[in-house]
């Protein structure tokens, strides 16, 4: 699907930081001159309700199921519902499942500045999630948390190019595997179980580092994961690299709803990937990358001066 005339283009390997700014202040995205505000009615995060039914749930909204359990270090204790139908509160911005948030002060954030860690487990509703963490030192409270693809994992070309720029640019990265790649498997798990298990993470990231404005995204699935969690997660923005609109082939099976959070959000597509290109929107900032694929791995690095000033700013 070809992108409209308001859809930014970016040169191959010749998009300079700075050119794809989004500024998510008073609900508004900025890209060079063109500026997309929020809707009046936009979702506030922390509002919404999760109703849980076996084995569905609507698409923005997550599953949480309860439990009680003693939390040790990298092992979030995940909420599972002991009725099921019944209706629960999704994590709200702040509130940690199982690890308590960390309140956002200056010394706090001062004392996780250099942290860093590796192959974390984190225990959700459907198997253990794994995690990476790594917050600069220049940290001041900003943390982007990535999500891989379906059959792919976070070493993916464009979600390390990110990562590295985005630590170079003093905001913390998070890498986050689903249950069902640590597990082994391809084929991913249903929705609602990537869901779930994401906003677990979620919870765990907020009991780790204090945290004034998350961002959340990923490549292909994961971004589809960010769009549907966001809110429910309390994230500020979204950053969806090869977001997929439509199965290739099936453009009537269109994916776009899942982009209408109502938070700013920053899509990077290929001009050719045969997944197709969403459409700019009132809160969706939409840079396509001419000649690249859904891999987005020509030009790793124009991926990642797109999305460093989206995710700083």
């Known amino acids: 699907m070809a992108a409209k005339a308001a859809v930014t283009k970016a040169a191959a390997g010749k998009v300079a930081p700075g050119k794809a700014a989004a500024k998510a202040a008073a609900g508004t995205v900025a890209a060079g001159s063109k500026t997309a505000r929020t809707t009046a009615g936009k979702a506030t995060a922390g509002k919404v309700a999760a109703k849980v039914t076996p084995g569905k749930v609507t698409p923005g909204k997550v599953a949480a199921k309860a439990t009680a359990g003693k939390v040790t270090p990298g092992k979030a204790t995940a909420a599972r519902a002991t009725v099921g139908g019944a209706a629960v509160n999704a994590p709200s911005a702040g509130t940690a499942v199982g690890l308590s948030p960390v309140r956002v002060t200056a010394a706090a954030i001062k004392a996780v500045r250099g942290l860093s860690l590796a192959g974390q487990e984190v225990e959700t509703p459907y198997g253990p999630a794994r995690y990476s963490l790594d917050v600069p030192g220049a940290y001041s409270g900003t943390l982007l948390v990535l999500g891989h693809g379906a059959g792919g994992g976070v070493d993916a070309v464009d979600l390390v190019a990110v990562r590295d720029a985005v630590l170079g640019a003093g905001a913390a990265v998070a890498m986050v595997t689903q249950p069902y790649r640590v597990a082994g498997r391809r084929a991913p798990a249903p929705a609602n179980q990537l869901d779930a298990a994401w906003l677990t993470v979620i919870a765990e990231m907020r009991g780790r580092v204090p945290v004034k404005n998350l961002i959340v995204g990923g490549r292909s699935s994961g971004a589809r994961v960010a769009c549907r969690t966001a809110v429910a997660g309390g994230a500020a923005r979204i950053l969806a690299l090869a977001f997929p609109l ?13 982009l209408n959070t109502g938070l700013p959000t920053l899509v990077i597509n290929g001009g050719a990937d045969p997944f197709g290109v969403p459409e700019p929107g009132p809160t969706v900032l ?8 859904h891999a987005l791995s020509k030009t790793p690095g124009a991926v990642a001066a797109l999305a460093v000033p989206f995710v700083t700013t």
């Open 246 to 258: 439509h199965p290739p082939g099936r453009p009537e099976r269109s994916r776009a709803d899942e």
């Open 286 to 293: 939409v840079e396509v990358l001419p000649g690249e694929t």
